[in-house]
């Protein structure tokens, strides 16, 4: 946790999904990736509302330091990226080498943990054609684009532990220059 938050006592509430048959979105799990890699049909299944606070946050810092995860994606990002559409376009190379891939055009839920706050992020992670090629993008991202009060020239991280598959993903400000 950062020095000027205040430690969060007791469970955190979370929210549990109701039905899977109400839920449409996938959740991609290290296993869907492996086998996807290695020519196995993905089995997928669903999740519910955005975001969802979750509990065990200071293990997931602990690891973090422990340098159980890698950089896998860094992203500087642009004004589309923090406007309020809701989404980022993710770099090409980095998408398809650390990022579960993707058969078909519907979405992939990626859950991540946030480096500061006890949240789980849940973003849709997908592609769009684009001439010959895919664009991949992470929708879902408004309100964390809002929450870490995140603008263009500011980046967004991810960090990926290769053993379990676990994500974390940062939002970290550009450093501000004075004249």
């Known amino acids: 946790m950062s020095a000027h938050m205040p430690p969060m006592e007791g469970p955190l509430p979370t929210k549990e999904p109701e039905a899977p048959e109400d839920m449409p979105a996938r959740v991609a799990t290290i296993k869907d ?14 999740v519910d509302a955005l ?7 200071e293990s997931c810092a602990s690891k973090f330091n422990s340098g159980e995860y890698q950089v896998i994606l860094r992203k500087e990002l642009t004004k ?6 809701g989404r980022i376009v993710l770099p090409k190379k980095d998408a398809e080498a650390s990022l579960p891939p993707l058969c078909e055009r519907d979405p992939v839920i990626l859950q991540m943990d946030d480096m500061v706050l006890p949240i789980t992020w849940k973003f849709k992670y997908r592609f769009w054609p684009n001439n010959k090629s895919r664009m991949y993008i992470l929708d879902s991202t408004s309100e964390f684009v809002k929450t ?21 993903v940062r939002g970290e400000k ?4 004075t004249n």
Do not use: F, W
């Not at 990736?33 to 669903?46: P, Q, S």
């Open 33 to 46: 990736e492996m086998d996807a890699r290695n020519g196995v049909e993905l089995k997928c299944e669903t």
């Open 51 to 57: 975001p969802e606070l979750k509990q065990g946050h």
């Open 174 to 177: 550009a450093i501000q220059q």
């Open 148 to 168: 870490h009060g995140l603008q263009a020239g500011d980046a967004l991280i991810i960090y990926k532990n290769p053993v379990p598959g676990k994500y974390i």
């Open 80 to 85: 589309s990226d923090v406007a309020n559409v």
